[in-house]
């Protein structure tokens, strides 16, 4: 399944949604700013990405500014509490798909078909007559 983190205020997010649900593609929503990001979660995510913080992390915040912050001088357990206690230093929407070990940060048109099942993203590759289409839905 599909994992989606969002705020409410994120254009990025409804658009990463509305692909989902055009695609007909379940996913779960998660808000970050409810309170409810665990550490799992948040070290889960990490280990997904290709480089660390730097993917997942608006260093240009203005949480990080003021406060100085430098992941490189925390150990990784800090670094996911403050993460908890900021949520907002998140860039937004992140897309985590468990099952292929895939995620996305952002709203990328090219890139988020990834997430179409192979099957699905294969007939979309080789029908070109509206019958094949009806297939695909």
Aim: proline share 4%; aromatic share 8%.
């Amino acid at each position: 399944m599909v994992k989606i983190y969002v705020s409410p205020s994120c254009s990025s997010c409804r658009k990463v949604k509305k692909w989902f649900d055009e695609q007909n593609i379940p996913y779960t929503e998660k808000n970050i700013f409810n309170g409810n990001l665990k550490e799992e979660e948040l070290r889960a995510i990490l280990e997904k990405t290709e480089n660390g913080t730097e993917d997942i992390i608006a260093t240009k915040s203005k949480i990080m500014k003021e406060n100085k912050v430098n992941f490189d001088d925390m150990s990784i357990s800090e670094m996911i509490n403050f993460v908890r206690k900021n949520p907002s230093v998140l860039k937004r929407p992140i897309v985590i798909d468990d099952e292929h070990d895939r995620i996305q940060v952002g709203y990328n048109e090219d890139d988020i078909r990834l997430f179409i099942p192979k099957a699905r993203r294969y007939l979309d590759e080789i029908c070109l007559t509206d019958d094949c289409k009806k297939l695909n839905k």
